[in-house]
């Protein structure tokens, strides 16, 4: 003989449907407090049951909790706007700054070039004027000495008119001597002995009828200071007070 299933329902055990009930009760409240799962509405039971109260507290605190995420949503939405909004502005600043600091860099690049140009530029002038002036300065000196040597003293004196002109004249270093010029030097070197070298230029340019100014102009230096260097040969070449020295190294022969 089969047994008879039996059902038994929650008025015929009432402490299997509170069960039932309490576990419903957690399990509502273990949704909403730890798992944080508000979509679901809690049904409670019968207005004059129990339970009720309890199951209307937890509906009320999920409610409560859907309002303050519906809250919080919102503020976090509001934050991430202006942080979105920040952020585009520093980027546009950013962008801004680095089209200025390039535009700079270009513009700076542009100006070593330009003045690079311009160095090279300079720099060939110079190259070419200083070609220039050695040439002037060489033809200068052949002028010089071919003007020496024929005792055109006024116009090597015209020639040295300028300040230019007498650096240029100054740096002759030595003069082209005849055969007659090198038998007097050799004599005067020997009668005098302790004369320098620009002391005997000094008494070969005297014979050969150069005035003290040129002579000073030669050496770079002033009128009286070459009067002074005379009067020292004058003592040097043993001359009497009333003695020329032009008439002296005229006579040399």
């Not at 300079?122 to 002036?133: A, D, I, N, T």
């Not at 010029?181 to 008494?203: G, Q, W, Y």
């Amino acid at each position: 003989m089969k047994k008879r299933k039996s059902w038994i329902t929650a008025e015929e055990n009432p402490s299997s449907g509170s069960t039932e009930l309490k576990k419903e009760l957690l399990a509502s409240m273990t949704r909403i407090s730890l798992l944080h799962i508000l979509n679901q509405q809690v049904h409670p039971p019968a207005a004059d049951h129990e339970f009720y109260p309890y199951f209307l507290a937890v509906e009320e605190f999920r409610k409560d909790m859907v309002a303050k995420e519906a809250v919080f949503r919102k503020k976090k939405k509001k934050l991430q706007e202006e942080c979105e909004r920040r952020r585009s502005d520093t980027l546009s600043r950013l962008q801004r700054q680095i089209s200025l600091h390039t535009g700079n860099a270009k513009e700076h690049e542009r100006r070593v070039m330009r003045l690079n140009t311009e160095i090279q530029l300079r720099g060939e002038e110079l190259q070419r004027l200083k070609s220039v002036e050695e040439k002037k300065n060489l033809t200068s000196r052949e002028l010089c000495c071919r003007l020496s040597a024929l005792g055109r003293d006024d116009l090597l004196e015209n020639f040295c008119h300028s300040p230019a002109g007498r650096e240029k004249i100054a740096t002759i270093a030595d003069i082209k001597l005849t055969a007659e010029d090198s038998r007097f030097v050799k004599l005067l070197r020997r009668l005098h002995p302790a004369l320098t070298e620009n002391e005997m230029k000094i008494c070969l340019l005297v014979r050969k009828n150069h005035t003290t100014k040129s002579i000073a102009r030669l050496y770079a230096t002033s009128t009286r200071g070459m009067e002074s260097i005379r009067y020292r040969l004058h003592t040097k070449l043993g001359l009497g007070k009333n003695q020329s020295i032009k008439a002296y190294l005229t006579g040399l022969q």
